[in-house]
């Protein structure tokens, strides 16, 4: 019976984020139309910009793999009952140290790759410190402070890639040394795709996580506090020490995200190195319901989006624009998460009377 019930409660966790998903394509669709195109030649340029090939496939992971660990970020963060918004400025500051650290010579491959994806989550959870901190010693909410924290990491990354790493003229850090390359796939497949070993990196970090939320003491006293901090701190957990822990593992993980670009996509710190990815990591954790498994194809979701949308104004004349609009509405309609849960509790003989 107890099984029966947690599968009806899985099934319904699961159905929330589809309803979601499938809403926001059916309004998508009639926006389409209201604007003129045909919803149909739409849809199909995208999928086959995110899927219509070996490439195409290769292109739509590259896309999900920061946003598994920026939404990994965030998912971990809310477990501990935190929203952590300023996994953009972490994954920044990670991205720059492993350009910085990648720059080192003379250091063996089987040294300098893991020294510098250490270096770089470190960075990403020295980051998150002093909100973790005035967090749970002060009680200063962490939305204030991450999103300060965000615009710092902007000017101070800034400086530090323009004026202290780079060449002078140049809009971007040197190149790192092959030692600190992710190894990309295209060496083997014969393809022309940039994705590299980040995304096996992804996986194997969602499974870690996974297994400590909910298989070790630490993931049980993270939750206990999400859950409630009075009633942990009652069972004899520390909320504050917890408090600063979770924070501290989710800013490295949007660290790690950040060493992944700059190890394996551009192999240096540049204008543009973020595509907002720590924002978009919010979205992907609402949508994936704050689960490991969740997040995995949330970013697999909005990976498809960003790299399909390209498709859709070259094959269908729709403006890139609605791929925006898109994800907006699923975030609308994730946000609306009473509303799913109470379609989808209705009985037939609840609407009598």
């Known amino acids: 019976m107890a099984e029966d019930i ?125 909100p973790a901190i005035l967090k749970a010693k002060l009680g200063v909410h962490e939305v204030i402070t991450t999103i300060m924290f965000n615009y710092i990491s902007y000017s101070l990354v800034a400086y530090f890639s323009l004026k202290v790493l780079a060449k002078p003229g140049s809009i971007q850090t040197p190149n790192i040394e092959s030692s600190a390359y992710l190894w990309r796939f295209s060496n083997v497949l014969g393809i022309y795709s940039y994705l590299n070993i980040g995304f096996i990196i992804g996986i194997i970090v969602l499974f870690v996580i996974y297994y400590l939320l909910w298989k070790t003491t630490i993931g049980y006293e993270i939750r206990a506090v999400g859950i409630s901090p009075d009633a942990a701190e009652y069972g004899g957990i520390s909320a504050a020490r917890n408090i600063i822990l979770a924070m501290l593992i989710s800013g490295a993980l949007a660290g790690l995200g950040g060493a992944e670009r700059a190890m394996g996509l551009f192999h240096n710190y540049r204008n543009g190195f973020s595509a907002e990815y720590g924002f978009t990591g919010i979205a992907v954790a609402l949508l994936g319901r704050n689960h490991p498994l969740g997040v995995f194809f949330a970013a697999l979701l909005f990976g498809a989006l960003s790299n399909g949308q390209d498709y859709m104004n070259m094959l269908a004349g729709v403006p890139v624009d609605l791929v925006t609009i898109l994800q907006a509405v699923i975030i609308l309609f994730v946000a609306a998460d009473l509303l799913f849960r109470r379609v989808l509790a209705l009985k037939p003989e609840g609407r009598k009377g």
């Not at 139309?33 to 849809?43: C, H, L, N, Q, R």
């Not at 086959?48 to 739509?60: E, K, M, P, R, W």
């Not at 998912?75 to 720059?103: H, S, Y």
């Not at 250091?107 to 410190?129: D, E, F, N, R």
Request: hydrophobic share 60%; glycine share 12%; aromatic share 10%.
């Open 6 to 130: 947690n599968f009806k409660n899985l099934l319904k966790e699961i159905s929330i984020p589809l309803l979601a998903i499938l809403s926001s394509f059916i309004i998508g669709a009639l926006i389409v139309m209201a604007s003129g195109y045909d919803p149909v030649a739409t849809y199909s340029a995208l999928l086959q910009g995110a899927f219509g090939g070996l490439n195409s496939i290769a292109d739509t992971l590259l896309a999900a793999t920061p946003l598994i660990f920026t939404g990994l970020a965030v998912a971990f963060a809310f477990r501990c009952g935190l929203f952590n918004i300023g996994g953009e400025g972490q994954l920044l500051v990670g991205g720059l140290t492993a350009a910085w650290i990648g720059t080192f010579k003379g250091i063996p491959m089987v040294i300098h790759l893991p020294l510098t994806l250490l270096v770089a989550m470190i960075a990403g959870a020295l980051w998150v410190a002093i």
